[in-house]
């Protein structure tokens, strides 16, 4: 999962120089100037997004280097947009792979010769993310653009797009160190892959005129022309993806004019967050208030549950962490809300969960940014406590105040204009009826929406377009124990089977309960007992967890899971059409055509207790999968999450 940086060094000139290929990361004479003749010009992006009549542009990238491109091409889309500010192309997606990413101290160096691009680098400099392979969506809102920047090799990157039938990209930036230095990279693989995720009509543009370029774009489906090269280069290439594609008789899905959301929790609002940031007309309705339910405790820790292997559910927790630490902090800079960014110790509290950390360490996935062992003194340095364990750091962790995030959410969403609040609206009632869906609540309101998005928790198991999913309530019970010494001092959020945060309020959040099946909400007594107990063995070392007072004061909640613990997000399937699509079909596949999912109700749900670490990377995947744009999830963690994955495995099992 870690990446392995580049190793570089800089030439008389100041030009980065790749020690591994023994090749320059852009032209000694003008980096910029290459960067607007070769790629801009050569895709003729001016003029295209003057003619452009679609909300977004995809450019894809094959080697994103020192993000000199990046910074070049959404400057000049900013431009594009402050001269057309009324123009219907509001959003630049750019998508680039990276195999070998620079340094944050490499990369400043080869941009800081580039004085007109500094406030671009800048941004990218804020977000640009440790090396972890897989997608990092970074959201540069002042130049409306999005970036997927996967850090991985460029043909496992590609292949693992999700691409809608009708294409992906609109135009390619044909980089990377020449053919002759890495000829890994330039390969039928990648000119098959590049025809795979291409629309109709896409161009490309590259700074290389090599023969093996022409004929793999050519038997690819591209036509080819030749042109004068940039600076001392002869020629270059620039192609049209002319190729049919297969299916291209069906008809173009578009985006729809307006989304129902049903619940008020964090996956509620982190997609109507990220779906009024779209333009898409949105209407929320909550059964009673917003954060009434699990997203209504005081307190919750954000970190990722992090194994020892690279599974694919520790994939996903690690990229929708990151994703979610810099989509919370840029929320901050915009509404205020209650948080601490303070860290996360996971506590190695007896010897089994040591060896388990210990193996965690071992094996060497996960870079230390993101978690780094501590031993006893550096923990109780960090905690700022008593506590004599050692144990593993997550430094970009910490807790957060669930309600006011969701209320500052919901605010901004509403600001923008694309989004209605509907307090108290209880549904009951749920049909679909000739491709609209017909809502009615307990109020005696009733409405049809064109796109149902069921984000209700463990509700969803009333609703029988869900039965066929094994939904799972859980039910947890948080203390809150008032302040007193030495708490008083807690810095950060310890895990151990349970967890203790900081003082909020004069109070700390200490839990949580497991109760299967159980959808009350009372306060109990027994359930305090059981909290303090788990916390009173797991911290037996310290001398201050046996005199800890508590007045009683609790908060239960309900949770929603499924048997192998990952979210739900997507479509609801219907099962008749799956059926039939696999009797036809005579054989497996992961891979069902948007003809099979067409059902226009979906659901974001079974967040579990990690509802703060993976709803805002969940909800802006769901966004992207309404609106048809560029998904920040491969396919394979999107199958994981994709609400059929149950029913396709009843299927093979056939």
């Known amino acids: 999962m870690k990446s392995t940086y580049a190793s570089v060094h800089f030439n008389q000139i100041g030009t980065p120089v790749a020690d591994n290929f023994d090749d320059v990361y852009f032209s000694n004479d003008s980096g910029m100037e290459e960067t607007q003749y070769v790629f801009l010009a050569g895709n003729n992006l001016h003029e295209r997004w003057q003619n452009w009549r679609q909300p977004t542009f995809v450019i894809a990238e094959t080697g994103f280097g020192t993000g000199l491109n990046l910074l070049v091409v959404m400057t000049a889309f900013r431009e594009f947009r402050k001269a057309n500010p009324d123009h219907p192309l509001t959003r630049l997606y750019f998508i680039t792979t990276e195999k070998f990413p620079l340094s944050q101290q490499d990369m400043a160096h080869a941009l800081s010769r580039f004085t007109a691009l500094t406030e671009a680098a800048n941004t990218l400099q804020a977000q640009y993310p440790f090396g972890l392979n897989g997608c990092h969506r970074l959201l540069f809102d002042n130049f409306a653009t999005t970036v997927d920047l996967w850090l991985s090799d460029v043909h496992d990157a590609m292949s693992d797009w999700q691409v809608p039938e009708h294409g ?211 923990a109780e340095h960090i905690a700022g406590i008593p506590l004599p364990y050692s144990g593993l750091h997550i430094p970009l962790g910490g807790w957060i105040n669930p309600p006011s995030l969701i209320d500052s959410l919901l605010n901004l969403a509403q600001n923008t204009g694309h989004l209605t609040v509907h307090r108290h609206h209880r549904l009951v009632h749920l049909k679909e009826h000739e491709g609209q869906t017909q809502l009615g609540f307990d109020n005696g309101h009733a409405i049809e929406a064109q796109c149902v998005v069921l984000a209700t928790g463990h509700e969803l198991a009333d609703f029988e377009q869900c039965a066929d999913l094994p939904l799972r309530a859980v039910r947890g019970q948080v203390e809150a124990v008032a302040t007193q010494a030495p708490l008083n001092q807690l810095k950060t959020v310890l895990c151990h089977k349970g967890y203790l945060t900081p003082a909020f309020k004069n109070r700390h959040a200490l839990g949580s309960t497991y109760v299967k099946r159980d959808t009350a909400t009372d306060v109990r007594l027994a359930e305090s007992q059981q909290n303090l107990a788990l916390h009173q063995q797991a911290l037996k070392n310290t001398k201050w967890i046996n005199t800890l007072c508590h007045d009683g004061s609790a908060r239960a909640a309900i949770r929603l899971g499924v048997p192998d613990h990952q979210p739900l997000c997507g479509p609801l399937p219907e099962v008749n059409k799956y059926h039939q699509w696999y009797q036809s079909l005579r054989k497996y596949s992961d891979d069902v055509p948007e003809t099979v999912a067409q059902r226009n109700i979906y659901v974001l749900s079974a967040l579990g207790s990690r509802g703060l670490t993976t709803a805002p990377l969940l909800a802006e995947s769901l966004a992207c999968q309404l609106c048809h744009q560029p998904s920040p999830l491969g396919r394979t963690l999107a199958k994981a999450v994709n609400p059929n994955r149950f029913l396709l495995k009843e299927l093979k099992q056939k």
């Open 168 to 378: 992906l990209v609109d135009a390619w930036f044909l980089d990377g160190f020449a053919p002759s230095k890495n000829p890994q990279m330039w390969t039928d693989e990648l000119f098959i892959n590049m025809a795979r995720c291409s629309r109709q009509h896409a161009t490309c543009a590259t700074f290389t005129a090599a023969g093996l370029v022409k004929r793999g774009l050519q038997a690819a489906g591209f036509t080819v022309s030749k042109r004068k090269g940039f600076g001392r280069k002869r020629e270059m290439i620039t192609a049209v993806f002319t190729s049919p594609k297969t299916n291209g008789n069906s008809p173009t899905k578009t985006r729809p004019t307006s989304v129902t959301i049903i619940g008020g929790g964090i996956a509620a609002a982190s997609l109507a967050y990220s779906l009024s940031q779209k333009g898409i007309s949105t209407a929320l309705y909550c059964a009673h208030e917003p954060a009434d339910g699990a997203s209504g405790n005081p307190q919750g820790g954000l970190y990722p549950q992090l194994h020892a292997q690279p599974s694919i559910a520790s994939q996903l927790q690690a990229h929708a962490f990151l994703f979610a630490r810099r989509f919370y902090q840029h929320v901050s800079d915009l509404a205020e809300f209650k948080h601490d960014f303070c860290g996360v110790l996971q506590l190695g509290f007896n010897e089994s969960v040591r060896q388990r950390q210990q193996r965690l360490l071992e094996n060497g996935i996960w870079p230390q940014q993101l978690i780094r062992p501590v031993d006893e003194l550096e």
